[in-house]
């Protein structure tokens, strides 16, 4: 029944999440609907009829038949079947050890779970070959029309979950311009600034209103990224640039708020009287993309793997659900629970303004430095939950 195959089976808390919404589905049966608050919506949910979890050399079936759950083990090459069936109750069990584990431990390999897991044919934490994180078939209780859809997993089980990630390639480029006839040391400018906390507010802060700088878009960093916030909206680098700045100046994280006072200053001269919140409808455009699937360093068509939506696992393990039906309530709510997050600089304490040698994350944004005859300065994009 089980594989004999040695497998480790090792992961952070938002990869063994995906394990515990397979578990816990085939257990209660049921994905729930929520609000633009993530409460559950009553008497609105989604039988689950089946799982399907793509490995290395087969495709399985997990179907919920009264107080079992029927597997299906289909090999992809010979097309040979095994069946077996566990009862639902187990998998109540082992998605309540897992929670439990993953609320009181730092634990990342779950030994127990692993061993069940094995027992199951699940041989990785992962789904194979997909970028969605689960595939169920649900009955739809719009319509009674059974549709075998992918979804999304976020996880707050045991801290909030990152929407958009960090990386080298994640940073926003600024030139600096100070008035005319004024000239920046760069070095001393940056060891004057340097804190551990708040420098980078505080040096935005001195560049604008202590020395009369401006400060102005130059461009993405990373190619790929720029052209994947093109192709989700032409306006979308300099949209983004404008937040960013927003967040230092004005010194909040929130995202919801930086768009209101963007919307307030319009920068990019929108006809907002005629066309309303347009720069809200543009930043949930943005959030809803990077929840269905768009990384910064992977060509970006508008595609989405998740085609069901997005399942959320709250921080008590309970599990609701976005579907495609409720995308507004799903752009609502990502607008209402982001924020801004600032990675490590990497900057060198001892030597400000210049990158930390053997640094583990090398963004290397956040000081002023000179590049081709003129100033500049980088804001690195990164997102997650409130």
Not at 96 to 103: K, V, W
Not at 139 to 149: C, I, K, P, R, S
């Amino acid at each position: 029944m089980a594989s004999s195959k040695d497998n480790t089976y090792s992961g952070n808390k938002g990869e063994w999440s995906e394990i515990y919404v397979f578990l816990r589905l085939l257990d209660i049966g049921k994905l729930n609907v929520a609000d633009d608050d993530l409460r559950a919506v009553p008497n609105e949910f989604y039988k689950i009829l089946e799982i399907i979890r793509k490995e290395t050399s087969t495709t399985n079936y997990y179907v919920r038949e009264d107080d079992t759950v029927s597997i299906r083990v289909t090999n992809d090459v010979s097309k040979e079947v095994e069946t077996f069936s566990f009862p639902i109750s187990v998998f109540a069990q082992k998605a309540d050890e897992l929670l439990n584990q993953m609320l009181t431990t730092t634990d990342t390999k779950h030994q127990t779970i692993a061993n069940f897991l094995k027992e199951i044919q699940v041989l990785s934490i992962k789904d194979v070959g997909h970028k969605r994180d689960i595939t169920i078939k649900i009955e739809d209780f719009h319509n009674g029309m059974a549709q075998e859809l992918g979804f999304s997993i976020k996880s707050f089980v045991g801290a909030n979950s990152t929407l958009f990630n960090a990386g080298t390639g994640t940073n926003f480029i600024y030139r600096v311009i100070p008035p005319k006839g004024v000239s920046i040391d760069c070095d001393a400018f940056n060891r004057e600034t340097y804190s551990d906390k708040g420098k980078i507010a505080g040096r935005f802060a001195k560049l604008v209103n202590e020395l009369g700088c401006q400060i102005v878009f130059y461009g993405v960093q990373s190619k790929c990224l720029d052209q994947n916030l093109k192709t989700i909206d032409f306006c979308l680098p300099q949209l983004l640039a404008q937040l960013l700045l927003i967040r230092f100046l004005k010194n909040t994280p929130d995202l919801r708020k930086c768009t209101e006072f963007l919307a307030e200053q319009n920068p990019l001269g929108f006809d907002t009287e005629t066309h309303g919140p347009v720069y809200e409808y543009k930043v949930k455009r943005f959030l809803q993309d990077c929840a269905m699937g768009m990384t910064p360093e992977t060509p970006w068509l508008g595609l989405y793997d998740a085609t069901g939506g997005q399942i959320i696992v709250k921080e008590d393990g309970e599990i609701v659900c976005y579907h495609v039906y409720e995308l507004n309530r799903f752009m609502e709510y990502l607008y209402k629970s982001t924020k801004f997050e600032s990675p490590s600089t990497s900057e060198d304490k001892e030597n400000p303004g210049y990158p930390r040698v053997n640094a583990k994350k090398k963004f290397f944004y956040g000081w002023l430095y000179e590049e081709d005859g003129e100033y500049r300065i980088k804001l690195n994009l990164q997102v997650r939950f409130k």
